[in-house]
């Protein structure tokens, strides 16, 4: 291995060595978390989640926020990481920062108040704790400091790699309106003609960005665009969103009782904004 | 440095990690408890009670507090309040947006006449499964 600018990549670059590396790397955590999850952290809907969803709703909420979590870090992550044991440590660093940055917030912003019971403010914790824990893995890259990490992190580069790109991307922007009464009144409010022109819409953006339109910070694309492309990668990506978003309603709640059309009609909704951000993914992530 | 040799990982992020871990238990056996416990689908107990009264220059004021005793969380709960009840009766109502399980919330009745020297009741009527 070469030896880098010692002035320059000290703390950021390569996997922190130190205390004070890590430190550095736990405050990216830590900013992360804070910018992605603060909208969400200032959401009605977000509070009364924690203690309106069933206790395993939110168990496996959480279990599968861990095993993302897992995976952000073979992606992306706050540090290199080149073994898995560092990828789990990660991990369970992210939620850390993600859980003490949503208890403190909630509580300096009154929501968690003293004579509430313990399983309530656990649920409110627990529910903010998954945007948290995701901006905290994704932090380096909002600071713009995520380059040095990625090239590390092979797995970017093959096909799972970039479908469980675009899955967490699609998480990225689909999180944030997912948990609102909007989607749900929206989706009420439109016809089956305007679904269908939503869906196809969404696949239309989602091709655009990863084939037409070159933002900075994408990679250049060598791959050939046109049908191949819309079948080996905007199709299975949208795909991948929808999926995506099914999971989110449903550990919220918002698909029970629903019949396939209006189920339909949420994802259609939920997947435009999921398309957009599994399109931006590599931007993002 | 040679490439079998293992990067060492700083003892803070062991300590980041095992704080992680310890909260994510933690969280997990806190709802867990509740899970097993498993009485979500309890009918709601909601208990009305005063907590004090207070004249003010536009009325009286009671304040209530809404009590859910099951395990089940209701929203848009609606609580009554009648002094005199018969003829001379003066009826005043609130609404409390949410009262989750196994816990309280608090809201106020406003009234012309005073509460003290008057039967007052107390009761709430009607509620929504969120």
Same mark, same amino acid.
């Given at each position: 291995?070469?030896?880098?600018?010692?002035?320059?990549?000290?703390?950021?670059?390569?996997?922190?060595?130190?205390?004070?590396?890590?430190?550095?790397?736990?405050?990216?955590?830590?900013?992360?978390?804070?910018?992605?999850?603060?909208?969400?952290?200032?959401?009605?809907?977000?509070?009364?989640?924690?203690?309106?969803?069933?206790?395993?709703?939110?168990?496996?909420?959480?279990?599968?926020?861990?095993?993302?979590?897992?995976?952000?870090?073979?992606?992306?992550?706050?540090?290199?990481?080149?073994?898995?044991?560092?990828?789990?440590?990660?991990?369970?660093?992210?939620?850390?920062?993600?859980?003490?940055?949503?208890?403190?917030?909630?509580?300096?912003?009154?929501?968690?108040?003293?004579?509430?019971?313990?399983?309530?403010?656990?649920?409110?914790?627990?529910?903010?704790?998954?945007?948290?824990?995701?901006?905290?893995?994704?932090?380096?890259?909002?600071?713009?400091?995520?380059?040095?990490?990625?090239?590390?992190?092979?797995?970017?580069?093959?096909?799972?790699?970039?479908?469980?790109?675009?899955?967490?991307?699609?998480?990225?922007?689909?999180?944030?309106?997912?948990?609102?009464?909007?989607?749900?009144?929206?989706?009420?409010?439109?016809?089956?003609?305007?679904?269908?022109?939503?869906?196809?819409?969404?696949?239309?953006?989602?091709?655009?960005?990863?084939?037409?339109?070159?933002?900075?910070?994408?990679?250049?694309?060598?791959?050939?665009?046109?049908?191949?492309?819309?079948?080996?990668?905007?199709?299975?990506?949208?795909?991948?969103?929808?999926?995506?978003?099914?999971?989110?309603?449903?550990?919220?709640?918002?698909?029970?009782?629903?019949?396939?059309?209006?189920?339909?009609?949420?994802?259609?909704?939920?997947?435009?904004?999921?398309?957009?951000?599994?399109?931006?993914?590599?931007?993002?992530? | 440095?040679?490439?079998?040799?293992?990067?060492? *990982?700083?003892?803070?992020?062991?300590?980041?990690? /095992?704080?992680?871990? @310890? =909260? +994510?238990?933690?969280?997990? $056996?806190? %709802?867990?408890?509740?899970?097993?416990?498993?009485?979500?689908?309890?009918?709601?107990?909601?208990?009305?009670?005063?907590?004090?009264?207070?004249?003010?220059?536009?009325?009286? *004021?009671?304040?209530?507090?809404?009590?859910?005793? /099951?395990?089940?969380? @209701? =929203? +848009?709960?609606?609580?009554? $309040?009648? %002094?005199?009840?018969?003829?001379?009766?003066?009826?005043?109502?609130?609404?409390?947006?949410?009262?989750?399980?196994?816990?309280?919330?608090?809201?106020?009745?406003?009234?012309?006449?005073?509460?003290?020297?008057?039967?007052?009741?107390?009761?709430?009527?009607?509620?929504?499964?969120?």
């Amino acid at each position: 291995m070469t030896a880098r600018t010692a002035t320059k990549g000290q703390a950021h670059g390569r996997a922190a060595t130190t205390n004070r590396q890590y430190a550095v790397a736990l405050g990216r955590a830590f900013a992360g978390a804070v910018i992605f999850s603060v909208p969400l952290l200032m959401t009605m809907e977000m509070w009364w989640l924690g203690f309106y969803l069933e206790p395993w709703r939110l168990l496996q909420f959480t279990l599968a926020n861990m095993v993302l979590l897992y995976f952000l870090s073979r992606v992306a992550g706050f540090e290199e990481s080149h073994n898995w044991l560092d990828d789990i440590l990660d991990a369970f660093a992210a939620y850390a920062v993600a859980v003490a940055a949503a208890a403190g917030w909630l509580w300096l912003i009154g929501v968690i108040r003293p004579h509430m019971p313990l399983a309530e403010i656990a649920g409110m914790v627990a529910v903010q704790a998954v945007p948290a824990s995701f901006g905290a893995m994704i932090g380096a890259k909002l600071l713009g400091e995520g380059d040095e990490i990625e090239r590390q992190e092979q797995w970017r580069d093959t096909y799972s790699g970039r479908m469980f790109l675009m899955l967490a991307g699609a998480l990225f922007l689909g999180f944030t309106v997912a948990p609102t009464e909007e989607m749900i009144l929206i989706a009420y409010q439109m016809s089956a003609w305007q679904g269908l022109a939503l869906v196809i819409l969404s696949i239309a953006v989602l091709h655009s960005i990863l084939y037409l339109v070159g933002f900075a910070g994408q990679k250049a694309r060598s791959e050939p665009g046109g049908a191949v492309g819309l079948l080996r990668h905007s199709l299975p990506g949208y795909a991948i969103a929808v999926c995506g978003c099914l999971y989110i309603l449903w550990s919220f709640g918002r698909v029970d009782g629903s019949d396939p059309h209006h189920i339909a009609m949420s994802l259609a909704v939920l997947g435009f904004p999921a398309s957009i951000g599994a399109g931006i993914a590599r931007i993002v992530v | 440095m040679a490439k079998q040799q293992r990067d060492p *990982v700083p003892p803070l992020e062991w300590a980041a990690a /095992a704080f992680g871990l @310890v =909260a +994510a238990l933690l969280l997990l $056996g806190i %709802i867990g408890r509740e899970a097993v416990a498993g009485n979500d689908e309890s009918v709601p107990v909601l208990v009305a009670e005063v907590e004090r009264v207070a004249a003010t220059p536009t009325g009286h *004021v009671v304040e209530f507090r809404v009590r859910n005793l /099951a395990g089940q969380t @209701v =929203a +848009a709960v609606q609580v009554e $309040g009648t %002094i005199n009840p018969g003829p001379e009766e003066e009826v005043s109502s609130a609404s409390i947006d949410y009262v989750p399980g196994r816990s309280q919330a608090s809201g106020g009745l406003i009234f012309t006449n005073d509460p003290r020297s008057a039967e007052l009741e107390l009761r709430v009527t009607g509620y929504e499964i969120p």
